[in-house]
């Protein structure tokens, strides 16, 4: 696992060329943003974290059919994927609405969504992701329709059999972000990460939070104890590496 040269340093995850052209190594940082980055603090053993609770959904994923760019997990905050270029879109799935949804439109906050809605926005920190549809997508040359159709029955899939995993250990899938790439073959796989930074995660219990929603609020001191508690419902003991 030789690393090569930085190809992308991104906010939370640098992205390295490996020796084997047709995949690339991913190091999860410990750094945590919000805001579009605008707010920054490095939390201890984040990195890996979210990088052992991603490469454990991204395999539940793909026995449940869904093809993922992982390939292995060498270091617990260092994945070997397969090299994909990436598709700037990011798709939403919501299942309860919150956040964004209910800051823009007339919905009430927690009102389950049947069906869930698959919302698409894309993805430049200098537009704000702004949100996207069908013609705006085709207009910038980022997806063809056929393509958009892969992606929102790709992330409704992932979306069931998600719902059905987490549920399994007490948590609650309100809403979550993907992103997608092609790979040399031009074949769509869902590639960056599915870990608490990108989902709202809530104990189906107490529906406390258990994800990046804290750090959004404020509450620092209380999101590595979040992360750790989906990292200890959702990964066996034997698979525990740190
Ligand atoms: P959303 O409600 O649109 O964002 P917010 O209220 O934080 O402005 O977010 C929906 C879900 O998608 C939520 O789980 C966070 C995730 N998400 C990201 O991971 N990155 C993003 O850039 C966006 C917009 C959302």
Redesign the pocket.
């Known amino acids: 696992m030789d690393k090569k040269e930085l190809i992308n340093c991104g906010k939370v995850k640098s992205v390295y060329n490996s020796t084997n052209d047709d995949e690339v190594i991913i190091e999860f940082r410990d750094d945590m943003t919000a805001g579009d980055g605008e707010r920054k603090e490095v939390m201890n053993n984040k990195g890996a974290y979210n990088a052992i609770i991603s490469s454990k959904i991204f395999k539940v994923l793909e026995e449940n059919g869904i093809e993922t760019q992982f390939i292995d997990l060498p270091e617990p905050n260092v994945m070997i994927a397969k090299k994909l270029e990436m598709i700037p879109i990011?798709v939403?799935v919501?299942n309860i609405a919150?956040?964004?949804?209910i800051?823009k439109y007339p919905i009430a906050d927690g009102k389950r969504l049947n069906p869930p809605i698959v919302q698409m926005?894309y993805k430049d920190d200098e537009y704000h992701?702004p949100m996207l549809n069908d013609s705006i997508i085709k207009a910038l040359g980022i997806a063809t329709q056929e393509e958009i159709d892969i992606l929102t029955e790709k992330a409704l899939k992932i979306n069931e059999v998600l719902t059905a995993f987490l549920k399994d250990a007490g948590i609650i899938l309100?809403?979550?972000?993907v992103e997608f790439g092609k790979d040399k073959d031009g074949n769509i796989l869902l590639g960056d990460e599915i870990s608490p930074?990108?989902?709202?995660l809530w104990d189906s219990q107490t529906l406390d939070m258990l994800?990046k929603e804290l750090f959004?609020k404020g509450k620092d001191s209380e999101v590595m104890d979040a992360y750790i508690e989906v990292y200890n419902r959702i990964i066996p003991d034997d698979e525990k590496v740190i």
């Not at 919150?98 to 949804?101: A, I, V």
């Not at 930074?197 to 709202?200: A, H, S, T």
């Open positions: 990011e939403i919501r919150t956040g964004s949804l800051r926005d992701d309100v809403d979550f972000k930074d990108g989902c709202r994800d959004r």
